[in-house]
């Protein structure tokens, strides 16, 4: 399920404050801040984006 454009440009990083990009795949639908030295991927759960620093995906 894909989020909503106009949802997608009011949303950011909480950590570095950085625009979100929606990368979803089937399996594992998550939002990656675009941001240069930050990279978190937050999860989407029942189309509902978890934006807790803790909850996201370090980058690799």
């Not at 979100?20 to 675009?34: I, K």
């Amino acid at each position: 399920m894909a989020l909503e454009a106009g949802l997608l440009e009011i949303l950011a990083c909480p950590a570095c404050h950085s625009p979100l990009d929606d990368r979803s795949a089937a399996d594992s639908p998550e939002l990656v801040c675009t941001g240069d030295g930050c990279g978190l991927a937050y999860p989407v759960r029942d189309g509902i984006p978890v934006l807790l620093v803790d909850e996201a995906r370090r980058p690799a």
